[in-house]
């Protein structure tokens, strides 16, 4: 068992390490970009570029259907049976189904486009830029079918150099339209990163299993299983899209889009940038959970397993998170972005639960239990928004960050009860005391960053980076 333990956790390494570099140029191009946007457009084009991609977000996720991770669990689990033929037909359904709901998406924003732009901006002047987005939501369900494909046939080469290629090339085209057009770059350049995904998709996309002879009334028999699935997981990802697209509409009427613009930055360095490192550690995980689905044993081994493999990364990224958060927002921003500092310490501590919550809700998919899925996404952006608006009105930016910890810290004990109780799994005492101690390491240097004793907060990233070198060197070997 032991010599199972450490496979697990050398695959889920592996599949860190060849999406982490993927994901190390994806941050260096996102660096690259926010700070051109800060510096040639300033905290409203930050703000114009969480908005409009919020809108795009929220569509594409209200009209995909969830296809992007339910359909994984159906081709992995073909994949496990090694039935060729049976294969082919998912991804030929799987194909079909991502190509007409992406024509239903781009039909749905066009017709919406006017009411986007005045719950957006509160008038009618963005209507031709959500228009234009009709043509991204498009492209971006054809991505996310050949994504579903690439990742349930495990070529996680290939997924990768999709994501690789298509992230640079959208910066390239996207540079000198923000220095030419500054505000009126946003929309333009978002289609651009689309279109450079949606080109490398189709050029990467799996080959092996050639389009299956699938009928139309095939086509929807076949797909009702994944898509059935993907309703709830829609539903639940809709809810959670919605509630960020609500605050920030209620942020921009309330305060001004400059502070959307903070909170956008620092919602990006808290949520994005480190769940970079979840979702490189994703693209394995979720397979190789559905396929063990059935077996209480495995599940409990392979979910232990994932909680130590992701501890033992994010301590010290958070911690060093903490330590350079000066240096890191001015690098990425600008001086006046400095606001949001306390906010970014206090969202990073709550990342350690989210990592927590993150491997554990993952095996609510692998179940297909999308009932279950649903409530608790409702429920969490419920608790999200709710504690942002008060918060906020509270203690300003700061009182977001609270808002991050405290809302994880209720997702947390959610999905705990879904995980221990209703399915009676239980982790691995290891996992649990590594979690207190990231917790512990996260607080301590906030707190000594905050009293102004830089050299404790160092001592103890410091310590934290040898202790989780020394936790993945073990995993590695065991």
Not at 236 to 262: D, H, K, M, P, R
Not at 420 to 448: D, E, I, P
């Amino acid at each position: 068992m032991a010599g199972k333990r450490g496979n697990i956790s050398r695959m889920a390494m592996k599949a860190m390490g060849l999406f982490g570099g993927v994901q190390v140029i994806g941050i260096l191009c996102s660096i690259i970009r926010t700070k051109l946007v800060a510096l040639w457009i300033g905290p409203v084009g930050i703000g114009l570029f969480g908005l409009f991609n919020n809108a795009l977000e929220m569509i594409t996720t209200g009209t995909n259907l969830g296809i992007r991770s339910s359909s994984v669990r159906d081709i992995s689990q073909a994949m496990d049976g090694q039935n060729t033929s049976l294969v082919a037909r998912i991804v030929t359904v799987v194909r079909k189904w991502s190509l007409w709901l992406g024509l239903g998406g781009a039909l749905l924003t066009l017709a919406l486009a006017p009411l986007l732009s005045q719950v957006t901006f509160g008038d009618s002047t963005h209507i031709w830029g959500f228009v234009a987005l009709s043509i991204a939501v498009l492209l971006q369900a054809l991505t996310n079918g050949e994504y579903a494909v690439l990742q349930g046939t495990a070529r996680l080469k290939r997924l990768a150099s999709v994501t690789l290629w298509g992230t640079i090339a959208g910066l390239a085209v996207s540079i000198p339209l923000f220095y030419l057009l500054r505000e009126r770059s946003i929309v333009p350049s978002i289609l651009a990163y689309a279109l450079a995904l949606a080109v490398f998709a189709w050029w990467f996309r799996n080959r092996d299993y050639p389009p299956a002879a699938v009928t139309r009334r095939e086509t929807v028999d076949m797909g009702k299983g994944f898509v059935k699935l993907g309703i709830y997981m829609t539903l639940g990802n809709f809810a959670t899209i919605l509630a960020s697209y609500a605050f920030n509409a209620w942020l921009n009427i309330n305060a001004g889009t400059e502070q959307v613009g903070f909170y956008q930055a620092g919602y990006t360095l808290i949520n994005k940038y480190t769940g970079l490192i979840l979702t490189a550690l994703g693209m394995e995980y979720y397979p190789r959970l559905a396929k063990v689905a059935e077996s209480r044993l495995r599940l409990r081994a392979f979910v232990s397993q994932e909680i130590n493999v992701a501890i033992a990364v994010m301590a010290p990224v958070v911690a060093l998170f903490i330590l350079l958060r000066s240096f890191i927002v001015q690098l990425l921003y600008r001086p006046d972005f400095d606001v949001i500092l306390t906010f970014v310490s206090w969202g990073m501590i709550g990342t350690v639960l989210r990592t927590l919550s993150w491997c554990l809700a993952f095996t609510i998919l692998a179940k297909g239990d999308g009932k279950t899925y649903l409530w608790t996404e409702v429920a969490s952006a419920v608790i999200n928004l709710v504690l942002n608006i008060v918060f906020y009105r509270w203690w300003g930016l700061t009182g977001l960050g609270v808002a991050f910890l405290v809302s994880y810290l209720l997702y947390t004990l959610i999905i705990a009860v879904v995980y221990f109780r209703t399915y009676r799994l239980t982790v691995s005492a290891a996992s649990l005391y590594n979690l207190l101690w990231t917790l512990a390491v996260a607080a301590g240097v906030m707190a000594a960053m905050e009293g102004g004793y830089t050299i404790i907060a160092a001592a103890i990233t410091v310590v934290s980076i040898a202790v989780g070198l020394r936790q993945i060197v073990v995993l590695w070997r065991r």
